[in-house]
């Protein structure tokens, strides 16, 4: 199996066996689950806890407790700001004083907004304890995240600053359901591991010896430039590494990595077989429908009465069946898909426009293999309205 069918797997059996929890659904997501707090409430009892001055947590929902846990224990809590647009970390302040019912809400996603100090490269962060979240985890530490790369991509950033050592614990919880077993050749270098997993009921120390990401490998991290343009604290790190004399080409520039003739070849095939209607399997083929000329602007022929979504910033490395599969977990299947990987976007056309309301808003919070999706109407539909 790959990352992406144990994420699948995991993701469509905790909404079918409702222990998924708010935000729903938990497909493309950190998912929250029943018991997340009870997870999160072990914490205290592990030693690495008890000696951290300083913790830093992921700001994913079902890891609240892990947050207010360190609050309670006045301990230094850092929480990444969100896909790292504005800097690396908040430190949370909590205001002097404050009462249990206050920290509880530093601990969340708007606390976090409201009682925040943000921090840099230069912030001088010594962390003591990581937590992060995870979809899918191993009992010998391997970690699968959601597909996006932050927490890894986190990691190797603190190392580069100094803010890790070589025996700083990381910690994640879950789901019992979600400590599986992974194949080891499913990891990659720059993957982080993980050395205790706590779920509602069990605490397990992994004892994983696999070594951790000793900094960012920009050559197999799977980021674009275009990518790192909206990441300022990431450009700024590759330029200071780059300035330290170390190699920090892209995958997406590198001569030996990249062939971009061939991958636009491939983009072309996937895109005459998937410009079709959605059909389930084995069923009977249906004609394939027109697209007129104007590529920016495809209207299928038929469809006055639908409602076509524009989906943007696809990365180049996404294949269709991966949209698919995350547009059947949000219950969001189109009755055509018009594929147009090449040019790094799709357009779905909903018969409903109810359905392609619920698109467009649920799709706008889901971001897939590391890009967050540009979601709207498409132009014909604007100038409709």
């Known amino acids: 199996a790959s990352k992406w069918d144990i994420r699948e797997k995991v993701w469509e059996h905790l909404e079918a066996s409702g222990l998924a929890e708010f935000p729903r659904p938990v497909h493309g997501r950190i998912p929250n689950f029943k018991g997340s707090l009870q997870a999160c409430c072990s914490l205290r009892e592990l030693d690495v806890f008890s000696r951290a001055r300083e913790v830093k947590v992921d700001p994913d929902k079902p890891l609240e407790g892990a947050r207010l846990a360190a609050l309670q224990a006045r301990k230094t809590l850092l929480v990444p700001t969100p896909r790292l647009r504005t800097g690396l970390f908040n430190r949370i302040v909590p205001p002097p004083g404050a009462t249990k019912e206050v ?15 943000p921090m840099g490269l230069d912030g001088k962060a010594q962390v003591d304890l990581v937590v992060v979240g995870s979809v899918a985890v191993s009992e010998k530490g391997w970690r699968i995240g959601k597909g996006e790369g932050y927490a890894d991509m986190e990691y190797a950033m603190m190392v580069s600053m100094g803010a890790v050592q070589e025996d700083t614990p990381v910690v994640t919880i ?13 990891l990659d270098d720059h993957d982080l591991t993980v050395d205790y997993i706590l779920t509602p009921t069990r605490t397990i120390q992994t004892n994983c010896k696999r070594p951790k990401p000793q900094g960012i490998m920009w050559h197999k991290a799977n980021w674009s430039s275009e990518m790192l343009g909206k990441i300022p604290i990431l450009k700024t790190l590759r330029s200071r590494e780059k300035q330290a004399g170390k190699d920090v080409t892209l995958q997406d520039e590198h001569p030996a990595l990249a062939n971009t003739s061939r991958a636009a070849l491939a983009n072309k095939k996937v895109m005459a077989a998937n410009t079709q209607p959605w059909a389930a399997p084995g069923s009977a083929p249906v004609a394939q429908p027109r697209v007129e000329s104007d590529p920016v602007n495809p209207r299928l022929e038929g469809s006055d009465t639908a409602t076509t979504v524009y989906v943007g910033n696809l990365p180049a490395s996404l294949r269709v069946s991966e949209l698919k599969s995350a547009l059947r977990g949000l219950q969001l299947i189109p009755v055509r898909l018009n594929w147009q990987g090449a040019q790094h976007r799709a357009f779905l056309e909903y018969r409903d426009k109810g359905t392609a309301d619920r698109a467009l808003s649920s799709l706008q919070a889901l971001s897939l293999g590391g890009n967050a999706l540009r979601v709207e109407l498409a132009k014909s539909q604007r100038n409709k309205g």
């Open 103 to 117: 920290l509880r809400k530093c601990a969340t996603s708007q606390g976090v907004k409201e009682y925040s100090v």
């Open 174 to 186: 879950v789901h019992d359901c979600q400590v599986l077993d992974i194949a080891e050749e499913l």
